[in-house]
T-cell receptor, first 110, second 115 residues
Framework: KQEVTQIPAALSVPEGENLVLNCSFT??????LQWFRQDPGKGLTSLLL?????REQTSGRLNASLDKSSGRSTLYIAASQPGDSATYLC?????????FGAGTTVTVRA | EAGVVQSPRYKIIEKKQPVAFWCNPI?????LYWYLQNLGQGPELLIR????????DSQLPKDRFSAERLKGVDSTLKIQPAELGDSAVYLC?????????????FGPGTRLLVL
């Protein structure tokens, strides 16, 4: 069974600092990995999707890397803003199923 | 374009009562998912539909949970009877075809509290 772990569980940084969020998974036979954002009381919004053949994906201030062989992904958020405060979840897809980590809750202090 | 719609957004019931959640996926999306998200955890898949067929319900506790997707569009998830441990957020998601590379789009969820 795929196990997805996210460390740290919570993170608090001052505005402007770069954020580094980590995700690890136990079975490297995945099709893709996604990073999601979840705001309190809201559903999940997809941020980035990295195919298994890719090493990284970028969108604006967000950059996600994937090392499938070691079972790791990292989400970088440059120059953090208070609006980046949310819970960030990673999910890996094997077969047709998404397996999620528990998330990292980020607070960006103004 | 409207996203995935779920109702109700919040529900409070007493244990042993029945409860139902409704989901309307994005127009044209053939694949529909129901997830359970416990506090502080990531979502876990309960059931996946391709059109009106439940193609993966292995994680659905069938003694008390049931789901249907009549006509392959809207879906209803039911719990009867509810237990205290069912308090959680129930998320619905949809994707265009359910293919391996497809992105899933999530609704806002229904937050259930069982007293």
């Amino acid at each position: 069974k795929q196990e997805v772990t996210q460390i740290p569980a919570a993170l608090s940084v001052p505005e402007g600092e770069n954020l580094v969020l980590n995700c690890s998974f136990t079975d490297s036979a995945i099709y893709n990995l996604q990073w999601f954002r979840q705001d309190p009381g809201k559903g999940l919004t997809s941020l980035l999707l990295i195919q298994s053949s890719q090493r990284e994906q970028t969108s604006g201030r967000l950059n996600a890397s994937l090392d499938k062989s070691s079972g790791r992904s990292t989400l970088y958020i440059a120059a953090s803003q208070p609006g980046d405060s949310a819970t960030y979840l990673c999910a890996v897809k094997d077969d047709y199923k998404l397996s999620f980590g528990a998330g990292t809750t980020v607070t960006v202090r103004a | 374009e409207a996203g995935v719609v779920q109702s109700p957004r919040y529900k409070i019931i007493e244990k042993k009562q029945p409860v139902a959640f409704w989901c309307n996926p994005i127009s044209g999306h053939n694949t529909l998912y129901w997830y359970l998200q416990n506090l502080g955890q990531g979502p876990e898949l309960l059931i996946r539909y391709e059109n009106e067929e439940a193609v993966d319900d292995s994680q659905l506790p069938k003694d008390r949970f049931s789901a249907e997707r009549l006509k392959g569009v809207d879906s209803t998830l039911k719990i009867q009877p509810a237990e205290l441990g069912d308090s959680a957020v129930y998320l619905c998601a949809s994707s265009s075809s359910g293919g391996i590379q497809e992105t899933q789009y999530f609704g806002p969820g229904t937050r259930l509290l069982v007293l």
